[in-house]
């Protein structure tokens, strides 16, 4: 059975840092477009940054760049999305997401 499994939310203050991980399992991550997907309350989920399965680039929605990094380690098969400067408007579900497969996301709060 496909799975993805995500880990590393929190609450966490306005500036600070989170990272979230990433583990497939029943298929490696190398083969596949990893993307993390948010979905604050109220709102639809929206990409924020993407592995391409093609040539390793990346990408990422306009309102992270510069503070978010998505990477991956393939020797783990795990992908990372690192989150610095972190801004209340961060909050919401994260969601890994390998073609079809979901996973069940984790929560991230920036609060004071």
């Known amino acids: 059975q496909l799975q993805l499994v995500e880990s590393g939310g929190g609450l966490v203050q306005p500036g600070g840092s989170l990272r979230l991980s990433c583990v497939p399992s029943?298929?490696?991550?190398?083969?596949?477009?990893i993307a993390w997907v948010r979905q604050a309350p109220g709102n639809e989920r929206e990409e924020v940054s993407c592995f391409s399965s093609s040539d390793g680039s990346t990408t990422y929605e306009d309102s992270v760049k510069g503070r978010f990094t998505i990477s991956r380690d393939n020797a783990k098969n795990t992908v990372f999305l690192e989150m610095n400067s972190l801004k209340p408007e961060d909050t919401g579900v994260y969601y890994c997401?390998?073609?079809?497969?979901w996973g069940q996301g984790t929560q991230v709060t920036v609060s004071s």
């Open positions: 997401k390998g073609g079809s497969v």
């Open positions: 029943g298929f490696t991550s190398t083969y596949y477009a």
